[in-house]
């Protein structure tokens, strides 16, 4: 069965965009652009998917903004892997900018559904897609975020373009110790610095694994199972002190799951409705001289458009078979 390919277009798109230097002729930087377009075909000629689907961030979600006033505001700006002199550092948001908004005009003229909505995230929509849209199909989640790793299961996997693999069931297990169902369960207790969210002093994956061993297996395991068990080893006279952490960090613990669980809840039913239209909305054919014309446009001549088109091509194929 041909899979669906759920790409995190933002977290793709950053990745090329810190890492390629490449200029067009125009003398703007323009890897973000080349390297997701080529990402695409790469993916379409590894996997073949029956439909692709890049989804978009829409500025945070504003639900968990008013749970915790903190969230993601301590996110590092994108560190640049090129070298400049201080005098030649170029305006990096206006760049980025417009590096996004011709990404997505190109992105328009291949058959890709592209997916945005202001205050949701973009993995909130890819967990709802995942886990109510065609449940039942193999999907492909493209993303470097570990967050998808809850979304997990025997018809869904991640490919991560970082590591260049793909991440399923028995991976997160090997890597982590815990299985991909009690994934988010386990980041509770183990936080997320990178957006903001504090965890238990001393509850990393190693720690949580190692002390509860029930969170490897595929068993629904929940937080109040893990009060109740560091309750227990308290009473049986533990000397441990992640047992008396976990115990004191209760309200923390579960405020965590309210902004780390993807799910319907975060999004709303008029943010739903509005997914489902984007996402059942028909792709539009390759249109190869519009392509061709805004590569003109903007410099980026570079790019091996006639090899892009035949794998598109192969994608438009496999839509037409849906």
């Known amino acids: ?13 950053m990745r090329h965009f810190a890492a390629n230097p490449s200029r067009s002729l125009n003398g703007n930087l323009c890897g973000g652009v080349l390297g997701f377009l080529k990402n695409i075909q790469h993916l379409v000629d590894k996997f073949s998917p029956s439909k692709i689907t890049v989804v ?7 639900r968990r903004r008013s749970i915790d006033k903190n969230y993601k505001n301590g996110r590092r700006p994108v560190k640049l892997n090129r070298y400049y002199s201080q005098e030649e550092i170029p305006d990096t948001s206006e760049n980025r900018d417009n590096q996004l908004k011709i990404l997505i005009e190109l992105l328009g003229m291949i058959p890709v559904t592209q997916i945005y909505l202001s205050d949701i995230e973009a993995d909130d929509v890819i967990g709802y897609i995942s886990r109510y849209r065609n449940d039942h199909r193999h999907k492909i989640i493209v993303s470097s975020d570990k967050d998808y790793y809850q979304l997990i ?5 991640v490919w991560s373009p970082n590591q260049k693999k793909i991440i399923d069931e028995d991976a997160v297990i090997e890597k982590f110790g815990i299985s991909p169902q009690n994934f988010c369960l386990t980041r509770c207790f183990s936080g997320d610095a990178s957006d903001g969210i504090k965890g238990v002093r001393g509850a990393g994956f190693k720690v949580m694994s190692k002390r ?19 309750k227990q080893q308290i009473q049986n006279k533990s000397k441990l002190k ?5 115990i004191d960090s209760e309200f923390e613990i579960k405020k965590n799951w309210k902004l780390m669980y993807l799910d319907v809840v975060s999004i709303g039913a008029d943010k739903i409705k509005s997914i489902n239209y984007q996402y059942e909305k028909k792709e539009k054919l390759e249109n190869k001289f519009a392509i061709m014309k805004v590569l ?17 091509k192969s994608l438009s194929r496999s839509l037409n078979e849906r």
């Open 56 to 62: 978009w961030e829409g500025g945070g979600s504003s």
């Open 296 to 312: 003109l446009r903007e410099g980026l001549s570079q790019f091996d458009v006639h090899t892009f088109y035949l794998s598109i």
């Open 242 to 246: 992640i047992y008396q952490e976990i």
């Open 1 to 13: 069965m041909k899979p669906e390919l759920l790409v995190d277009g933002l977290n793709v798109f």
């Open 153 to 157: 299961d025997e018809n869904t996997k």
């Open 212 to 230: 509860f061993p029930i969170l490897a297996t595929c068993n629904d395991v929940f937080i109040d199972d893990i009060i109740k068990e560091s």
